[in-house]
């Protein structure tokens, strides 16, 4: 991840849609060994490629977001079905039970939008939640410390987490 300019990662700043796009489209180029990931983030609409290619890689879909959502604040929920979608993801071996996964987290059951993907990220390893208890509060915002926590355990197999022993 890069920093917010001024040599300054604020770790506690919230992070945007586009920024998780950003993180999503660079993960999926490195996957892909393509040069995605090597491209200059500039201009206006810097997101404007990530956007693009997470569309094109089928990380997200036409209409999932508007043009005023890129630059809001991302949910934890969101980043969820975004991380999720990725090659890598998909293709990520589960180390804790899918079902105790489904019966431990105590804020999100299948009427919560993106359940399947915060289900499977628990699953694989990639989320632990925000207390011992397992708790992720889907409609929260994501700080840039907590996205570097997880994009760290998606790219690097040995920081994924066992949840049980």
């Known amino acids: 991840t890069s920093g917010v300019g001024g040599?300054?990662?604020?770790?506690?700043?919230?992070?945007?849609?586009?920024?998780?796009?950003?993180?999503?489209?660079?993960?999926?180029?490195?996957?892909?060994?393509?040069?995605?990931?090597?491209?200059?983030?500039?201009?206006?609409?810097?997101?404007?490629?990530?956007?693009?290619?997470?569309l094109a890689s089928g990380i997200i879909r036409q209409g999932d977001f508007s043009e005023t959502d890129y630059t809001r604040p991302v949910t934890r929920a969101e980043m969820a079905r975004i991380f999720a979608a990725t090659s890598l993801a998909r293709r990520m071996p589960q180390i804790n039970s899918l079902t105790r996964v489904m019966e431990s987290i105590p804020d999100v059951d299948k009427t919560v939008p993106q359940a399947n993907a915060i289900y499977s990220l628990y699953a694989k390893g990639i989320f632990s939640g925000v207390d011992g208890e397992l708790t992720f509060r889907p409609a929260d915002t994501v700080s840039r410390a907590e996205a570097a926590a997880i994009v760290s355990r998606m790219a690097r197999a040995e920081q994924r987490l066992t949840l049980w022993s």
């Open 7 to 54: 040599g300054r990662f604020a770790p506690e700043q919230t992070l945007s849609v586009a920024e998780v796009l950003k993180l999503a489209a660079t993960m999926e180029s490195r996957y892909k060994e393509d040069n995605f990931h090597l491209r200059p983030s500039e201009g206006q609409a810097w997101y404007q490629p990530a956007v693009e290619y997470c």
